[in-house]
């Protein structure tokens, strides 16, 4: 699904092609050599149902559970504002090779014109617990930075 996104990306992430990963948009950071790559993606899914962001986020940890050794909510919260409510939440991961890792995600409502036409965007970012809270600052201003573009000759 395509979606007209302006964001901006933080100094010293990389754009990189998705491929087959189902994100719309994937940026990586530089790593040493033996080191897990940190990384911003950004997916979108349509959700015409009423399913709340908690739900959503819960899905989310489900979906990671399947893939990963272990997995732990740390924290989640409302962000975000009525016309546009988002989730924050902080997972710890480990993966099978025994790699701990932190996971940021922001789901974040986009409201349609009917309730059949709702997006929800995941921005999410993950890196290795030290990297991550050099990383955060910087995931905090991509995420601040992300909007929907109105269509051209659209009142806005």
Known sequence: MTLPLDFVI???WT???PGGSGAVFVAVHDAAPGEFVPNITVSVQQRPDDT????IADEAVERLSRT???????????VGDPAAPAV????????GEGTELIQ?????????ATPVERLVLELVCTAAP??????????????ASVH???HEGKQQ
Do not use: C, K, M, Y
């Not at 709340?52 to 739900?55: E, G």
């Not at 924050?88 to 993966?95: A, E």
């Not at 940021?104 to 349609?112: D, E, K, R």
């Open 88 to 95: 924050t939440q902080l997972l710890r991961l480990r993966t």
């Open 130 to 143: 030290a990297t991550a809270r050099r990383l955060a600052p910087g995931f905090q201003r991509f995420v």
């Open 104 to 112: 940021t995600q922001v789901h974040l409502t986009v409201p349609g």
């Open 15 to 17: 754009a990189v092609d």
């Open 10 to 12: 933080p100094d010293g």
């Open 148 to 150: 929907v573009r109105q």
């Open 68 to 78: 990963l050794a272990g997995i732990e909510l740390l924290s989640r919260r409302d």
């Open 52 to 55: 709340t962001l908690d739900a």
